[in-house]
């Protein structure tokens, strides 16, 4: 069975330009989060889907930041435009419905420069 | 809020040395609690969890209990060896595996 996949694994931009992440969840997984490590502090929650419905957004940094997952399967999280504070590594994960176990994605890591 | 903290690292120890990394929260109500690893190159992996006081979790010879009496879920390993280098980070959720909210992670470095 495919773990969470995410990409790209590395991605490196300018300040004002767009970048897209993306998630696949693990198959049949409901739940969908992103979260974010910047500058090897602590991990913080971004935000929640439930199948194609934003559950929890309350991490969301501010309006640069637009997550979306159109059919309940991937997401996607789009910055728009980048700034300088924004680099640091992001993590998706998925579980079940009333599983007790988030599954993780290897990170995308980003750099604006 | 809720609030994980967890020991400052980085934390280097030697081939066979007795490991512990603390870990205190604060929340409402009965959450559980994890610890996450982050080996080289890879993403988080579910160390051990705990999900009600008293409740020991236990995985690869790493254990961590459940207090709350202390509000703590200290990770040991009685022998650490070179391949638990990794980033340990411990978590709690509110309510099953919804929303972790994490501590700052501590780098773990093991000598041979």
């Known amino acids: 069975e495919a773990g969470v996949t995410q990409f790209p694994s590395h991605s490196v931009i300018e300040k004002g330009q767009t970048v897209t992440l993306r998630c696949d969840p693990i198959?049949?997984?409901?739940?969908l989060y992103w979260y974010r490590r910047v500058m090897g502090k602590e991990i913080k929650f971004l935000l929640h889907?439930?199948?194609?419905?934003?559950?929890?957004e309350s991490g969301m940094p501010n309006n640069r930041f637009l997550a979306e997952r159109t059919g309940g399967t991937y997401s996607t999280l789009k910055v728009q435009p980048a700034e300088l504070e924004d680099s640091g590594v992001y993590f998706c994960?998925?579980?079940?419905?009333?599983?007790?176990?988030?599954?993780f994605g290897q990170g995308t890591r980003l750099t604006v420069v | 809020g809720n609030s994980v903290t967890q020991m400052e690292g980085p934390v280097t120890l030697s081939e066979e040395a007795f490991l512990t990394i603390n870990c205190t929260y604060t929340?409402?109500?009965?959450?559980?609690l994890f610890w996450y690893v982050q080996y080289p190159g890879e993403g988080l992996q579910l160390l051990l969890k705990?999900?009600?006081?008293?409740d020991k979790g236990s995985n690869k010879g790493f254990e961590a209990t459940y207090r709350k009496e202390t509000t703590s879920f200290h990770l040991e390993k009685g022998s650490v060896q070179v391949s638990d280098s990794a980033v340990y980070f411990c978590?709690?959720?509110?309510?099953?595996?919804?929303?972790?909210?994490f501590g700052q992670g501590t780098r773990l470095t093991i000598n041979p």
């Open positions: 889907f439930v199948k194609e419905s934003k559950q929890d």
């Open positions: 705990a999900t009600k006081a008293d």
């Open positions: 929340a409402t109500g009965y959450p559980s």
């Open positions: 994960a998925s579980s079940q419905v009333g599983g007790e176990e988030a599954f």
């Open positions: 978590a709690l959720s509110a309510w099953g595996a919804q929303k972790l909210v």
């Open positions: 198959s049949g997984h409901d739940n």
